[in-house]
Nanobody, 119 residues
Framework: QVQLVESGGGLVQAGGSLRLSCAAS????????GGWFRQAPGKERKFVAV????????YYADSVKGRFTISRDNAKNMVYLNMNSLKPEDTAVYYC????????????WGQGTQVTVSS
């Protein structure tokens, strides 16, 4: 079992930056892939980014490539999402996920953190 707690959301103007953090506990987190998803009001939850357990590979949704960076610190059991050049369409609740493989990173979820980008 993995428990995940997100933090770092907030209100930011378009063009600004935010850093989301995800604190993991419960198992050896380095054996789990970590990821970020987001869900805008009235829409389905969508993939944003994922990072392998050892941090050697990352994958991004096309909509965030070049603007967002996912990283992790296994010594601290943390996964981060640095978000730059934010746009109003990035507004959503952002969820941290974890799983035994990158394609199973939706196995465990955090409670979500709200990101609002004003125009």
């Amino acid at each position: 079992q993995v428990q995940l707690v997100e933090s770092g959301g907030g209100l930011v103007q378009a063009g600004g930056s935010l850093r989301l953090s995800c604190a993991a506990s419960g198992r050896t987190f380095s054996s789990y892939a970590g990821g970020w998803f987001r869900q805008a009001p009235g829409k389905e939850r969508k993939f944003v980014a994922v990072i392998r357990g050892n941090g050697d590979s990352t994958y991004y949704a096309d909509s965030v490539k070049g603007r967002f960076t996912i990283s992790r610190d296994n010594a601290k059991n943390m996964v981060y999402l640095n978000m730059n050049s934010l746009k109003p369409e990035d507004t959503a609740v952002y969820y941290c996920g974890a799983g035994p493989r990158c394609d199973l990173v939706h196995k465990y979820w955090g409670q979500g953190t709200q990101v609002t980008v004003s125009s």
